[in-house]
């Protein structure tokens, strides 16, 4: 068995060792629905852009061991699925300092249609206390990927993710930079995604206490979209997110 499969039924294998755990506790959760309509999602490969809706369900949690997130999007034109896990296991926690927590980072992704892949991402990153912000991390992970039938070989992904409150108004979002990795076809190059939200809770407005229901805007910039050299994506959306 290649050396590559192996590393991947290792990584599935720890994820679902953590994922499972029934002796830790749960100290925070958030669920999330999420709407989105654009208008400049980029097909990279033609350069063409078209409209979208997409459907997003999200889940985080804290634990006494760690944190997971997942989400899962359904869009439109064409009819896609892509989704996420990352679970982060706390390996050390600072008493005080910038520095609030070390963790290791296990990931997959996954995508149906035209984004079917199944990447898995091993690394780890720290928990940062920026003045302001609620929570700011920063991870190195090393992309094993699907070859897609390109042969496309691993390559390297730094992310960052940001979140600020003030009041109803609430700011955040991530940063994936990756480098580029060979093909048949030659090389994917390396680019960014660059994607953000600014949001205003109106549940209060409406006498709801269910949770947030914020309303705003979310915006993509994706330099060099799925190794694409010179195709970047720069796309506005509407937004409405409701959390339980």
């Not at 999200?58 to 997971?68: K, L, P, Q, R």
């Not at 091993?122 to 992970?141: E, I, N, T």
């Not at 003030?166 to 994607?195: S, W």
Request: net charge negative; charged share 20%.
């Amino acid at each position: 068995m290649e050396i590559k499969i192996i590393k991947k039924l290792a990584l599935v294998t720890v994820i679902t060792l953590c994922s499972t755990s029934v002796s830790a506790k749960q100290l925070w959760s958030d669920f999330s629905i999420t709407g989105l309509q654009g208008a400049d999602y980029l097909e990279p490969f033609s350069g063409t852009e078209d409209d979208r809706t997409v459907v997003t369900i999200e889940h985080a949690s804290g634990h006494t061991w760690g944190s997971t997130f997942l989400f899962m999007d359904r869009l439109s034109n064409p009819d896609d699925v892509y989704g996420e896990l990352n679970i982060n296991p706390t390996l050390y926690k600072p008493e005080d300092g910038f520095v609030t927590e070390v963790f290791l980072g296990l990931q997959t992704e996954y995508g149906s249609g035209a984004t079917d892949q199944n990447n898995y991402l091993l690394g780890g990153g720290v928990s940062l206390d920026v003045p302001g912000f609620k929570y700011f991390k920063v991870a190195y992970y090393r992309r094993l990927q699907d070859d897609i039938g390109i042969d496309r070989g691993d390559n390297n992904q730094i992310t960052v993710v940001w979140g600020i409150d003030e009041g109803n108004f609430r700011y955040d979002g991530f940063l994936d930079i990756v480098d580029g990795a060979d093909t048949m076809f030659g090389k994917n190059e390396g680019g960014f995604n660059f994607t953000s939200q600014i949001k205003y809770n109106i549940a209060p407005m409406l006498g709801l206490d269910t949770g947030r229901l914020d309303i705003g805007i979310e915006y993509v910039f994706w330099k060099n979209k799925f190794g694409v050299d010179g195709e970047t994506e720069n796309n506005p959306n509407l937004l409405i997110k409701w959390h339980f």
